[in-house]
C-alpha cells in the first residue's frame, strides 16, 4: 500500500520503481538541470578540474555554483559527453514516471534552458506527449557577463580595452526559465473528453490562470508569477509557492495526487496542501525531509478522486 501525505527520504529513482502503476495525477517537478548547482545537481563523470574551482563567482556565488566551475568549451570528449550523460539520467527515471501517472496526467518539469532539450528527448523516447514548453519569467536573476574591455585592461592591453568596449563574455541575463509540459497519452480507443471522464485528467483549467498570472493575456504560456519574500531562505533552488499553485490547479482537481520526486523544501507538496490535493514528496537529502516536513506539519484528511 503505498501512502499519501508524506514525504520519502531516498532515491526516488529507486523508491518510484516500487510505486503501482497508473496511481498519480500529476508529477511536478523541479528536477536537477545538472548545471553543479550542488553534488546532488553533478550528474556526469567529467573530472575536469574547472569543476569545484575557485573563479570568483565560484567563491562568491553563495555555494550556488561551487561546483560549476568555469565554461566548458568542448575541449575533451569528457565535457562533450556531459549533455548526453545528462539525457542518460533522465531516461534513468522516465519510464517510472510514465508508468505511475494515471492517463492524460500531466507532468510538469523545471529544467534548465541548456539541458531542457535533453531531457526533452528522454521522456518523448519513453512515451510522454510533450505538448509545450511554458516560459516563467522571473523578477529577477544573478548575471555575471563579465565586460570584455575589463579583461583586456586588466592584462594591460589597451588597444584592446578601447576596441572591444560595450562587448561582454557569458550569458544575457537569465530572466526565464522554462517549465516543460509533457502529458501522458490518453486511454486507448477513447478521445480526450472520454479521458476526462474516465480519469478526471487531459484539460486545463483557465480560472488557474486568471487567479495567478500577472500577463496581460492570462492564458499565454507566459507566465509571470513573482517571487515573494517567503520564498526563499529553505533552498537554493527554492521555487515560488504561487507558481506551484497556478501548475497544480492549473491541470487538478481537489483531492488528486500531486508526486514530486525531487522536492527539495517541498514547495510542490506545500502548494497542493494549500490547495486540498494529496501530495507525495521524495528528497534524497535529509535536510530537506526536515525542512518539508515543518511547511507541512498540520494534518488534513479527505477523499480521493478517483
Ligand atoms: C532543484 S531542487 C528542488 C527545489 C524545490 N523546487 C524547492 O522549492 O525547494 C532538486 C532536489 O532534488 C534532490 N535530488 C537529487 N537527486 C535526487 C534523487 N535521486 N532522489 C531524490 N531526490 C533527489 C536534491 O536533493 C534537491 O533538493
Excluded at 516543460?180 to 490562470?209: C, H
Amino acid at each position: 500500500m503505498t501512502e499519501i501525505d508524506t514525504l520519502i527520504h531516498g532515491d526516488s529513482i529507486e523508491i518510484l520503481k516500487t510505486f503501482p502503476g497508473n496511481f498519480v495525477h500529476a508529477i511536478i517537478s523541479d528536477i536537477p538541470y545538472g548545471i553543479g548547482c550542488g553534488d546532488w545537481d553533478i550528474l556526469h563523470s567529467n573530472t575536469n578540474s574547472a569543476y569545484g574551482g575557485s573563479s570568483p563567482a565560484q567563491v562568491s556565488g553563495g555555494g550556488l555554483f561551487k561546483r560549476r566551475g568555469k565554461p566548458l568549451n568542448g575541449w575533451s570528449q569528457s565535457d562533450k559527453n556531459i549533455p548526453r550523460e545528462y539525457q542518460s539520467w533522465c531516461e534513468s527515471w522516465a519510464g517510472s514516471w510514465l508508468r505511475v501517472l494515471k492517463p492524460g496526467g500531466t507532468c510538469f518539469i523545471f529544467a534548465g534552458r541548456r539541458y531542457a532539450h535533453r531531457c526533452i528527448t528522454a521522456l518523448e523516447d519513453c512515451g510522454f506527449t510533450f505538448r509545450d514548453m511554458l516560459s516563467w519569467e522571473k523578477n529577477n536573476a544573478p548575471h555575471r557577463a563579465q565586460r570584455l574591455s575589463e579583461i583586456y585592461r586588466r592584462r594591460g592591453d589597451s588597444q584592446n580595452a578601447a576596441k572591444w568596449e560595450g562587448w561582454r563574455v557569458a550569458n544575457l541575463r537569465p530572466l526565464f526559465e522554462p517549465i516543460l509540459w509533457f502529458q501522458k497519452p490518453y486511454r486507448t480507443g477513447g478521445t480526450i473528453a472520454d479521458n476526462v471522464i474516465d480519469y478526471g485528467l487531459g484539460a486545463w483549467n483557465e480560472s488557474a490562470m486568471s487567479k495567478y498570472n500577472a500577463h496581460d493575456d492570462i492564458c499565454s504560456n507566459i507566465i509571470r508569477v513573482a517571487a515573494s519574500q517567503n520564498d526563499s531562505g529553505l533552498h537554493i533552488a527554492q521555487k515560488p509557492l504561487k507558481l506551484m499553485e497556478l501548475l497544480i490547479s492549473l491541470v487538478t482537481l481537489e483531492g488528486q495526487i500531486v508526486l514530486d520526486p525531487f522536492m527539495g523544501s517541498g514547495t510542490t507538496c506545500a502548494a497542493a496542501k494549500n490547495l486540498r490535493r494529496h501530495y507525495i514528496g521524495i528528497d534524497i537529502e535529509a535536510q530537506n525531509i526536515i525542512t518539508a516536513k515543518e511547511r507541512l506539519s498540520a494534518n488534513f484528511q479527505y477523499e480521493i478522486a478517483k
